[in-house]
């Protein structure tokens, strides 16, 4: 299956920003549906930003317009950049890639391959 390896977390004062990467091996991004999800301790994971096959994106309203999806096809790598970063988004962020198109596309369940996490802190 696709491996997935993250990097790009850290600890960052609100108002920054970082670049997350997801580095994926054994298969192209392009024949997978991508999302990040983060989770913070104590609470479920949560749906962060995804993309669609079709190159449409979908954030979730916590962070839509802070937060952008790209993929780099020659470097088989999506990233998440994170703008305007708030103590609240403080969390583990996870990538994760899917061909299971009948779920939607911000359930977890519509994902297979999952990357180890990195953490995000976002100190006020």
């Known amino acids: 299956q696709v491996q997935l390896v993250e990097s790009g977390g850290g600890l960052v004062q609100a108002g920054g920003s970082l670049r997350l990467s997801c580095a994926a091996s054994?298969?192209?991004?392009?024949?997978?549906?991508m999302g990040w999800f983060r989770q913070a301790p104590g609470k479920e994971r949560e749906f962060v930003g995804g993309r669609k096959w079709n190159g449409n994106t979908y954030y979730a309203d916590s962070v839509k317009g802070r937060f952008t999806i790209s993929r780099d096809n020659a470097k088989n790598t999506m990233y998440l950049q994170m703008n305007s970063l708030k103590p609240e988004d403080t969390a583990v962020y996870y990538c994760a890639t899917g061909r299971n198109s009948a779920w939607p596309i911000m359930v977890a369940s519509a994902y297979d391959n999952w990357g180890q996490g990195t953490q995000v802190t976002v100190s006020s």
């Open positions: 054994g298969s192209s991004l392009s024949t997978y549906v």
